[in-house]
Nanobody
């Protein structure tokens, strides 16, 4: 089992920045990929970004490319999402997720077995 806990959300004005953190515990060595998803009211869960351990590669959803950066700190077992130039449409509950699949489809939420409880990010205009 892998336990994920998000932190760092809150309220920010448009154009501002926030950094989300996701601290992992448990069988973290069993994970191959960690990522961020978000879900706004009345909308489907949307892929935001992912980090794949094997290749140290990163991927981003089209709506956040150039504004968000995903990174990790191995020593702290923590995944980060730096969000810059935030827009009101970024308002959502953000979820940290982890996959144990060898070759997951990283943009598909079904590829992730472990999820955090979610954290609210609200961007005011």
């Amino acid at each position: 089992q892998v336990h994920l806990v998000e932190s760092g959300g809150g309220l920010v004005q448009a154009g501002g920045s926030l950094r989300l953190s996701c601290t992992a515990s448990g069988r973290t060595d069993s994970t191959t990929t960690m990522g961020w998803f978000r879900q706004a009211p009345g909308k489907e869960r949307e892929f935001v970004a992912a980090f794949t351990w094997r290749s140290s590669s990163t991927d981003y959803g089209d709506s956040v490319k150039g504004r968000f950066t995903i990174s990790r700190d191995n020593a702290k077992n923590t995944l980060y999402l730096q969000m810059n130039n935030l827009k009101p449409q970024d308002t959502a509950v953000y979820y940290c997720a982890a996959s144990s699949l060898l070759y997951p489809t990283i943009t598909n939420a079904r590829a992730y077995s472990y999820w955090g409880q979610g954290i609210q990010v609200t961007v005011s205009s």
